[in-house]
């Protein structure tokens, strides 16, 4: 079974620059998942997709950030203009349900982003 | 809200011994799951093992045990026999079902496992 893939891999853009980040969920499973993860820090839930509707975005600062799942399969999350601050690892995970409280995460490789 | 706490930035073992990562964790939800990964060097993030909140005994995986103990809110990794590739960030993380099942991380701890 392929895991959950992203790029790139590696970002290095300059501040008020754009970027975006893809990422190609197991197949079959229904809810996707992107993390932040600033260095030194645990993993930061920006927004969940169940299909191609959003379960929740309550972390995503909207004004810079926007993420998509047309199909339901694929997703992007862009960053627009990027700040320094954003300079971290952008994990992508996907699961099969949302509603369960065991509903294993399985996580891509992320992409680091350097905002210089 | 759900918090998690890892008290331990940084661990060593010695090879072959066993080792314990702590985590404590908050929430209001009567019923949740606890979860542990790990995370290498490369970047990606591994499932561990599970804890559910009913669950009447401890979870275990191979090498891998949690020792849950609801009235204290604790849920410790419990590494048996470490093995150098053991080396890595381990996270402990919580869901809980009336949060929208938004996986909650704690801050990490780095385990060293020496030869």
């Known amino acids: 079974e392929a895991g959950v893939a992203q790029s790139p891999r590696y970002k290095i853009i300059e501040k008020r620059q754009s970027v975006a980040f893809w990422c190609n969920p197991i197949?079959?499973?229904?809810?996707l998942y992107w993390y932040q993860q600033i260095l030194g820090q645990g993993p930061k839930l920006l927004i969940q997709f169940q299909n191609n509707g959003v379960v929740d975005d309550s972390q995503l600062p909207k004004d810079r950030f926007s993420a998509e799942r047309l199909k339901g399969v694929d997703s992007t999350l862009k960053i627009q203009p990027a700040k320094l601050e954003d300079s971290a690892v952008y994990l992508c995970?996907?699961?099969?349900?949302?509603?369960?409280?065991?509903?294993?995460?399985?996580f891509g490789p992320g992409t680091r982003l350097t905002v210089l | 809200a759900q918090k998690i706490t890892q008290t331990q930035p940084g661990m060593f073992v010695q090879e072959k011994e066993a080792v314990t990562l702590d985590c404590t964790y908050d929430t209001s939800d009567p019923s949740y799951g606890l979860f542990w990964y790990k995370q290498p060097s490369s970047g990606e993030m591994i499932f561990l093992i599970y804890q559910g909140s009913y669950d009447q005994q401890n979870a275990t995986e191979g090498r891998y045990s949690l020792n849950f103990q609801k009235a204290r809110k604790s849920a410790n990794l419990v590494i048996s026999a470490s093995q150098l590739g053991d080396s890595a960030m381990y996270f402990c993380a919580m869901r809980g079902n009336n949060a929208g099942n938004m996986l909650t991380f704690g801050g990490g701890t780095r385990l060293m496992v020496k030869p």
């Open positions: 197949s079959g499973h229904a809810t």
């Open positions: 995970a996907s699961s099969l349900v949302l509603a369960a409280s065991y509903n294993e995460q399985f």
